[in-house]
């Protein structure tokens, strides 16, 4: 009798692969394969758990402004421009230019919460700050479930890091000990800012939880000066609570998935040590 033999290992599921699961983008049978292939590889589940948590966590984030009415003051706008266009058929590659500019400008007013005339607008420099905390949801949400790569430069190089962080954002940084409280340094990142670099620091505690601290200067003010300092904002609106605040021109946003009074002591114990 012949002896059993072992049953074929599935060929490792690549990240394309993945992707394309989450976007929806396979046939059927694709999909039936791969999720099979997947029973017998767990880090591959977790990278795809982790990635449409993150699908989720942006579609939140967003959903606000995706499911908003259009503003009034533009519905006017594209109904006067609608007229136009029918007036002028012969202008009518410049009307529908035009249009989509105003579209785009309304959006992009709206996204900042800052749509011209809205009662309750924030002054510009709340704005620049409200803005900046968004940012700073958006890159906690996109990088603290990451399993492989949650930081660009990992603690056990806290000096350079430090170092090359400060060199980048042009100011001194200071890296906040979260030990007291409970947190670890798990390292950083660089990222793009729209006003220039951000970093980001990541913690993590003895449960796995995350925090991430993202810094930045803000941009300055008409008279070339920098924002003034402010008391601590909380936020939770998107998908991760958040203390921020500006100190001399520099923007700080503290987030995590923690209970208001939890994270305004760890915004403390951070601003403290800057």
């Not at 290992?9 to 989450?22: S, Y």
């Not at 997947?38 to 939140?60: I, N, V």
């Not at 749509?115 to 607008?121: D, E, I, K, V, Y």
């Not at 300055?220 to 000066?225: D, F, M, Y």
């Amino acid at each position: 009798m012949k002896p059993e033999m072992p049953p074929p290992v599935a060929a490792p599921v690549t990240d394309d692969e993945l992707h394309a699961l989450i976007d929806g983008h396979l046939p059927p049978a694709d999909r039936q394969a791969i999720e099979a292939r997947l029973l017998q590889q767990p880090e591959a589940s977790r990278r795809l758990a982790d990635w449409r948590a993150q699908r989720e966590a942006l579609r939140a984030l967003h959903a606000p402004l995706l499911e908003a009415p259009v503003p009034q003051p533009m519905r006017d706008v594209l109904g006067r421009a609608a007229a136009t266009r029918r007036q002028t058929n012969d202008w009518w590659r410049w009307g529908g230019m035009a249009a989509s500019v105003v579209v785009a400008f309304g959006l992009g007013w709206l996204s900042h919460g800052s749509w011209p005339g809205r009662a309750g607008t924030p002054s510009l420099a709340g704005q620049r700050s409200l803005a900046f905390a968004q940012q700073a949801a958006v890159a906690h949400v996109v990088y603290s479930p990451e399993v492989r790569h949650p930081v660009e430069v990992s603690a056990s190089e806290q000096a350079h890091l430090v170092q090359w962080l400060s060199k980048r954002l042009g100011k001194p940084l200071a890296m906040p000990d979260l030990g007291p409280q409970g947190y670890q340094l798990m390292g950083g990142r660089l990222l793009p800012g729209d006003t220039g670099a951000r970093a980001q620091f990541m913690y993590q505690d003895a449960s796995g939880v995350r925090l991430t601290l993202y810094l930045g200067a803000l941009d300055t003010g008409p008279n070339g000066a920098a924002g003034d300092e402010t008391a601590f904002r909380f936020t939770d609106d998107g998908p991760v609570p958040r203390f921020y605040w500006v100190d001399q021109g520099f923007g700080y946003a503290l987030a995590g998935p923690l209970p208001r009074e939890t994270l305004l002591a760890l915004a403390r114990a951070v601003h403290g040590q800057l």
